[in-house]
């Protein structure tokens, strides 16, 4: 189910930063919108804070759990459920050779093995000839890469096949937990080319937009994609950016900013 927060804050950035760090999450895993831009007024006086509506998705109110000998179709919150209390498996999970042993390291401990549990009966039930290789980075982070081959279809449109997978995964893992851990799934380095493309596009508008001085929309994208461009302009002089529009249409704004021209 959707749910959502009102954050304030100096600046557009720190009302969704307090939001995200009140709800532990992040900024890919929330819509955000923008309900009042922050006013400087004339020496601090008639000043405003800016306010943001944070939406994100939590998962239902877990239901009675039916008998066993019942259950004859894949239910989700129970493959949820039963991904979270799965062992893990004999055979070790291991890094990749080529992930950098300073910033990421293998990793055996309950949540990596609700991780692959889940995944690899998702997977299965996809048909996708693939399994799932974690890690964690050195800020905790699950780093998850499906290996296999064809996984074309495990990416999907822009990600968004993708996109779900992990979101699946966060809902399950995290299900029932006092403590939420923050998973990222990848195939064939699909997400660092897609940053890749998208910081190139951030920057190429951002010049434009400080070069005639006008706000532009971008194209719809998903809450990945949006958050690379936030990311990438943050620090970026003479803009700033905010999501306008709800999903599936949601569009971030690259706007300039008369404070920093």
Not at 174 to 194: F, L, M, P
Request: aromatic content about 4%; proline content about 6%.
């Amino acid at each position: 189910m959707l749910k959502w927060i009102e954050s304030t804050g100096k600046t557009e950035d720190a009302a969704i930063e307090a939001a995200l760090v009140k709800l532990g999450m992040d900024r890919d895993e929330v819509s955000v919108e923008v309900l009042e831009r922050a006013k400087t007024g004339f020496l601090g006086i008639g000043s405003c804070p800016a306010k943001v509506k944070v939406t994100y998705e939590a998962p239902d109110e877990p239901e009675p759990a039916p008998a066993p000998q019942k259950a004859k179709q894949p239910d989700m919150v129970a493959e949820q459920r039963a991904a979270v209390k799965a062992p893990p498996r004999e055979e070790p999970v291991k890094r990749p050779a080529e992930a950098p042993a300073a910033a990421v390291s293998a990793v055996d401990d309950d949540r990596a093995a609700a991780i692959e549990a889940f995944l690899t009966g998702l997977l299965e039930h996809m048909g996708a000839q693939a399994k799932p290789v974690i890690t964690v980075d050195g800020g905790g982070a699950y780093q998850v890469e499906l290996v296999g081959g064809d996984l074309g279809g495990l990416i999907g449109r822009r990600g968004e096949t993708l996109d779900a997978i992990q979101q699946l995964t966060g809902y399950a893992v995290n299900h029932g937990q006092s403590k939420r851990v923050r998973i990222h799934v990848d195939a064939e380095g699909y997400r660092a080319k897609r940053e890749e493309s998208l910081e190139r596009l951030a920057r190429k508008v951002a010049g434009k937009v400080i070069k005639y001085r006008r706000n532009v929309t971008l194209e719809p994208m998903n809450a990945y994609e949006r958050h690379v461009i936030h990311t990438a302009l943050q620090d970026y002089p003479g803009v700033t950016t905010y999501s306008i529009g709800t999903e599936p249409n949601r569009r971030t704004v690259v706007a300039y900013s008369r404070e920093n021209g």
